[in-house]
């Protein structure tokens, strides 16, 4: 994904969601965490680009995961409770948000197309989580509820 000409990012985030809950989303700080700190070989020689999605509107969102080979891009949608979601607060939110991140790093060696790759899914696991907690984005009672 490319947010500008000049920069291409590794670990791209997106969201699909509610309008009125945009403001608790945070996945842009969240990208750009990762890729000032994170380099995607680190972890694999053959995913080039992780792609995560953010679902959370209130009719329930469908989850999806795929590794496309052809082009190194491994593609992660998961969805967050919705009510929630939007019962929490900022701090909260951002906390689902970085949970629900991490819980899909865990669900990589399940994704379609993955059971042959080399993915060190553990190291980016610990790596991203240490992020997060430097950034105060992961306390110590989880609050996320995923939905399958």
């Known amino acids: 994904m490319i947010d500008n000409v000049n920069q291409f990012y590794e670990f791209p985030i997106s969201a699909i969601v509610w309008h009125e809950l945009t403001p608790k989303l945070k996945f842009w700080e969240m ?3 990762l890729c000032d700190h994170l380099k995607i070989k680190d972890y694999s020689n053959e995913v080039k680009e992780y792609f995560f999605v953010f679902i959370v509107f209130s ?4 989850t999806n995961h795929f590794f496309n080979k052809k082009k190194g891009v491994l593609w992660h949608g998961l969805a967050l409770d919705y009510a929630k979601f939007e019962a929490a607060n900022l701090e909260e939110a951002l906390q689902m948000q970085a949970e629900l991140y991490l819980q899909g790093i865990k669900d990589i060696p ?3 197309g993955m059971k042959k790759v080399a993915f060190d ?3 980016f696991y610990a790596d991203a989580k240490n992020l997060f907690e430097k950034q105060g984005w992961i306390k110590n009672t989880p609050k996320t509820q995923i939905l399958s």
């Open 31 to 33: 990208k750009h965490l």
């Open 110 to 112: 399940k994704i379609r």
């Open 121 to 123: 899914w553990e190291r």
């Open 59 to 62: 009719l329930g969102g469908k």
